[in-house]
């Protein structure tokens, strides 16, 4: 019954977030249409690289197209669903967590789901787009593409809670935060092909890009039991890893005693 409540409560706010955006529907237009062309430009510059090699360690275009979907996908789950990660640590250094904290709903994940990308409708059909030209796909085959980018974007969520959770030690932490989100998404977008098993390490580990994409790619490419059980086991544990840092700081946050009301921005 709990879940069920919960699930109501994140559709509810995805919704509402959803009409917001779309009251200027030309502006919401324009930004999907501009995401779907940037997303594309990365890509032809792949294209133009791999006319004149055929693979790159082991990594062919059809690797790179399948990267860049599973990449742009979970950055579309994490934007669109929990929107509220990218401005964590302003809103914890900004005491802006008091309106969450006087509602009987989950603190964490009700800061995650207040806000959502508009533009990352453009990243979720560039997503959908190339997956499908590049796999002519089943149903089953497409829900469980749509079962990978989410995961990957709970990997993504629950990176940046625990990079925007220093907030609560280090007050003004909102740069190094962006910083490692954003080094997360940008080494998501590279073949891992190209990395040194050290540097593997530590995209598997510290900055988890090899769950977000590398792995998925490989589950796409050849499904595995083992592959899929790790990737889920991957990313329960970094939520729930998140979710511990996250309110053991809160435990160290100051009101910042606001006197406005807070709306679904």
């Not at 509220?84 to 509602?103: N, P, W």
């Not at 974007?153 to 003004?172: E, Y």
């Not at 991957?234 to 840092?245: N, Q």
């Amino acid at each position: 019954m709990e879940a069920k409540r919960t699930i109501k409560f994140v559709f509810q706010y995805f919704s509402a977030n959803l009409q917001s955006a779309m009251e200027y529907r030309g502006a919401f237009l324009s930004q999907i249409v501009f995401m779907f062309i940037n997303n594309f430009m990365l890509l032809f510059f792949w294209w133009v690289l791999f006319t004149r090699i055929e693979s790159l360690n082991g990594w062919g275009f059809q690797h790179i197209l399948l990267l860049y979907a599973a990449a742009s996908g979970a950055f579309a789950c994490q934007a669109l669903l929990f929107g509220g990660s990218f401005s964590l640590s302003r809103t914890i250094a900004e005491g802006r967590l008091d309106f969450y904290l006087a509602l009987p709903k989950p603190v964490l994940l009700h800061v995650l789901i207040s806000r959502s990308s508009a533009s990352a409708w453009g990243d979720l059909a560039f997503a959908l787009t190339i997956f499908v030209l590049t796999s002519s796909p089943s149903l089953g085959m497409t829900l469980g593409f749509l079962i990978l980018i989410f995961t990957g974007g709970v990997v993504m969520t629950s990176s940046a809670v625990l990079a925007h959770s220093l907030s609560f030690w280090l007050g003004h932490s909102e740069r190094l935060a962006g910083q490692l989100t954003e080094a997360l998404l940008s080494f998501s977008l590279y073949p891992e092909g190209i990395f040194s098993v050290a540097t593997r390490f530590v995209l598997y580990t510290l900055i988890p890009a090899g769950f977000v994409s590398y792995l998925p790619v490989r589950i796409l490419q050849e499904y595995t039991p083992v592959h899929v059980s790790l990737l889920i086991m991957f990313a329960l544990g970094l939520t729930m890893l998140g979710r511990f840092v996250f309110y053991r700081g809160l435990k160290r946050y100051e009101s910042g005693n606001l006197m406005v009301i807070n709306v679904v921005e």
